[in-house]
């Protein structure tokens, strides 16, 4: 009965416009107020808890990064060395598009920021030559999803403390589904592009491309310097971003010298935002999580399903891929993660999953719904930039969700694309 109240709660309170974090923590507290036997006083205590953690450090340390390189011009001078070499072909810009919003997403962990980022810079470049305005919006609104998948990842670090995974071994997971998602979605948009006969770019001349990456090539130390102080094990995750962060504000400052006194405001303003909101969500949600410790929730619904006669790890793939797809439209990343998580850990390990492997067809199937009506917020982001309406956004992305889907279902199929890289370097 009490579960039941539990998410009637919620549910209301989010089809009311309450913020999410606001959502989870009080009609949690309400439910343990009618419970009868809760001390008030447990609420701030568990919610410090939850975020007293080293590993969630890395959250505004990428942030700050991803932050940084969105204003103050790493990210601009990328896309233009992107597009004096690979410009000129058909279909050019569209590869553009999906590599920086790959590149970005290797630097900022999130899919609003990647879409947003990007978006602003290449939606109106794409039209400008001649490519049609919907397929440009949906390109930017799927590809904007890699921020969640290419490591480092916001909802991966979530996940890893969650589950007490590796977040190490959860990044290399991520690395090559979110190359091989790229891959495909540039092939898709080329082959695409080229049907449609959308437009070149002039054919930039060899000192041109040479004068361009001259100018990126401290934006693209970036992602390299992040991951491979990760992978080398000179740092952990969260002394990685702190790295990140650092490297970005000198190449910021000294080298492309286009921040102002203002512009840092905003750059300061924008992270503790986005930190705020993440590290609120999950303080709820330590909350949420008490309460289905206390009911044991997770066990009975562990044993009921493990009851079902016909129950095998394709069905519970199918049965948690609609899960997240119709949480996925109205949720954010790690709320899903915080909710679920502890919920499906029990059944998952019965029935012998392994968790990074699961981690990464869990954050795919999170990209979709991102991009899935009716408050996918990729296509808010996309509506927002281009003020164009929510329908029309996600008519352009339709097609890339079903490549995005096809992915998806090989990545299920497939468990060692996720875990061939994690096992090599740290060992089963």
Not at 374 to 388: A, W
Request: charge should be positive; proline fraction near 5%; hydrophobic fraction near 55%.
């Amino acid at each position: 009965m009490y579960i039941t109240v539990l998410f009637g709660l919620f549910l209301l309170l989010i089809i009311l416009r309450v913020p999410i974090a606001v959502a989870l923590a009080t009609s949690t507290i309400i439910v343990f107020i009618i419970l009868g036997d809760f001390d008030l006083s447990t609420v701030p205590q568990t919610m410090f808890s939850a975020l007293d953690s080293t590993t969630l450090i890395a959250i505004p340390g990428f942030v700050f990064a991803g932050t940084i390189m969105a204003r103050g011009g790493i990210a601009k001078y990328l896309i233009a060395a992107m597009r004096a070499w690979v410009g000129h072909v058909s279909g050019g810009l569209s590869v553009v598009t999906v590599l920086a919003c790959a590149f970005f997403a290797a630097i900022s962990g999130s899919s609003p920021a990647t879409a947003a980022a990007i978006g602003s810079i290449m939606i109106p470049s794409m039209v400008e030559a001649g490519y049609n305005k919907k397929y440009a919006m949906g390109l930017v609104a799927a590809s904007g999803s890699l921020g969640i998948l290419i490591p480092p990842s916001i909802p991966l670090i979530v996940y890893g403390v969650v589950s007490s995974q590796s977040i190490g071994r959860l990044f290399m997971a991520g690395l090559i589904p979110g190359i091989f998602l790229t891959a495909v979605l540039i092939a898709y948009a080329i082959i695409y592009a080229r049907a449609k006969g959308y437009g070149r770019l002039e054919k930039a001349s060899w000192k041109e491309r040479w004068v361009s990456l001259r100018k990126a090539i401290w934006g693209g130390i970036l992602p390299v310097l992040i991951l491979g102080s990760i992978y080398s094990g000179a740092a952990t995750p969260t002394e990685s971003s702190i790295i990140a962060s650092a490297y970005a504000i000198v190449v910021s400052l000294f080298v492309y010298k286009e921040t102002s006194l203002k512009l840092w405001h905003k750059i300061f303003k924008e992270t503790i935002g986005v930190t705020a909101m993440i590290m609120f969500i999950i303080a709820s949600a330590m909350l949420f999580s008490l309460f289905l410790t206390q009911e044991q929730i997770p066990q009975q619904l562990a044993s009921a399903m493990l009851s079902i006669p016909s129950l095998n790890v394709v069905l519970f793939f199918v049965f948690t891929a609609l899960l997240f797809l119709i949480l996925g439209t109205f949720l954010e990343s790690s709320s899903i993660i915080l909710i679920t998580l502890p919920l499906l850990m029990p059944i998952m390990l019965s029935l012998d999953i392994n968790p990074i492997h699961f981690a990464i067809v869990m954050i795919v199937n999170m990209e979709i719904a991102q991009v899935t009506p009716p408050v996918g917020l990729n296509l808010f982001v996309i509506s927002g930039i281009t003020k164009e309406k929510l329908g029309t956004v996600f008519q352009g992305a339709m097609p890339f969700t079903i490549v995005m889907a096809i992915c998806m279902i090989i990545f299920m199929a497939w468990p060692s694309l996720s875990l061939w890289l994690p096992n090599s370097l740290f060992g089963k």
